[in-house]
């Protein structure tokens, strides 16, 4: 006699994998891959990244802003004509202050009290934003703001030449700031483990020290290596090799445009981020919406223009490049804040 069959079949038990297990497998193999190469060949891969991601990557910062500016600004207008008004005077003046030394003598000391000035300019806007949005809903309690100011500027007037390059050092760190807003706006269960992975950031400049602090410096003496290894902190940072210098900046560099040209935009953008449909500026009218279209027009001109620029004169483009890139470093400013 037959046995009869049974009914249904055992399930066999599946291994669910974390929501969060590929997104963190990608972050740290971008933060290994990124810091591996910058120590190997940090000025074949800072002019790379530069030349690659450095047009684009403002494109797109301007886009995602565009998305996070409110269509009627109400109760905010003081604040963000503040932040514009910051953004287009601090540029300027840092852009005027080569003109300004060569007027007032144009030695050391000059150069060390206007940049002084300015960075106390910028210490006074951002904490005179700061002490607007803390009246916004949510309103933020910061007893510490105007203290921490008034330390910023003594340090300002201290080492004004180590300050601004703290700056540079700071400002690829920002982009994280705004994945890490962003991803408890859209997709918070995520949020642990991309935080998590940020114990991988400062492991791979201890990393980078350990292996190329005490190296030699980098060779060559023509312009480009001269440039990319002062804006670094050649001659500032004591102590520490220029191979260092360029790579841990270089591996920062390569994750603020990671954000900005991939993640960023794949979180809050979409896939068509020239389409302005979705930008709330863009409902008021169609002529609001003709306008931003046109802006972000030229700004792919812009871009355009540098990747011509990088192949004609890549040094010459690079520090134009970097000094109207100031407005943008700026920019994130008041949009930071409001994610605070």
């Known amino acids: 006699m037959a046995t009869p069959l049974p009914r249904s079949l055992p399930t066999v038990p599946t291994m669910r994998v974390p929501a969060a297990a590929l997104p963190t497998a990608a972050a740290l193999a971008v933060v290994a891959a990124a810091a591996f190469v910058a120590g190997a060949f940090p000025i074949a891969f800072s002019v790379a990244i530069v030349f690659l991601f450095a047009g684009p990557h403002n494109w797109l910062e301007s886009r995602y802003f565009l998305s996070r500016m409110p269509g009627r600004w109400g109760r905010l207008q003081g604040y963000f004509l503040l932040g514009i008004g910051g953004v287009v005077t601090l540029t300027l003046t840092m852009i005027a202050l080569p003109a300004v030394a060569t007027a007032l003598g144009d030695g050391p000391e000059t150069w060390r009290m206007l940049l002084a000035c300015w960075n106390s300019a910028l210490v006074l806007w951002v904490a005179t ?12 309690e910061w007893p510490w703001l105007w203290p921490a100011a008034c330390l910023a500027i003594a340090a300002a007037w201290l080492w004004p030449v180590g300050w ?31 935080r998590r992975c940020l114990v991988a950031v400062p492991a791979a400049i201890v990393l980078l020290a350990w292996r190329l602090g005490a190296a030699p410096d980098l060779a060559g003496s023509d312009v480009l290596t001269a440039q990319i290894t002062r804006h670094a902190g050649a001659g500032i940072v004591p102590h520490l090799s220029t191979h260092f210098l360029v790579a841990a900046h270089t591996f920062l560099e390569m994750l603020h445009y990671a954000v900005w040209c991939v993640a960023l935009p794949a979180l809050a953008i979409g896939g068509r981020p020239w389409r302005v449909g979705g930008v709330p500026l863009a409902r008021r009218s169609a002529a609001w919406r003709r306008g931003l279209g046109a802006v972000l027009a030229t700004g792919a001109v812009v871009v355009a223009a540098f990747w011509v620029g990088f192949l004609v004169d890549y040094p010459l483009t690079r520090s134009l490049y970097f000094t109207l890139a100031l407005a943008h470093v700026l920019a994130e400013v008041p949009f930071l804040l409001r994610e605070a």
């Open 129 to 140: 934003l700061a002490s607007r949005r803390a009246r916004q809903r949510p309103r933020r």
């Open 164 to 194: 601004g390059l703290g700056l540079v050092y700071l400002h690829p760190l920002l982009a994280l700031a705004f994945l890490d807003a962003e991803l408890g706006r859209r997709r918070p269960e995520l949020r642990p483990a991309y």
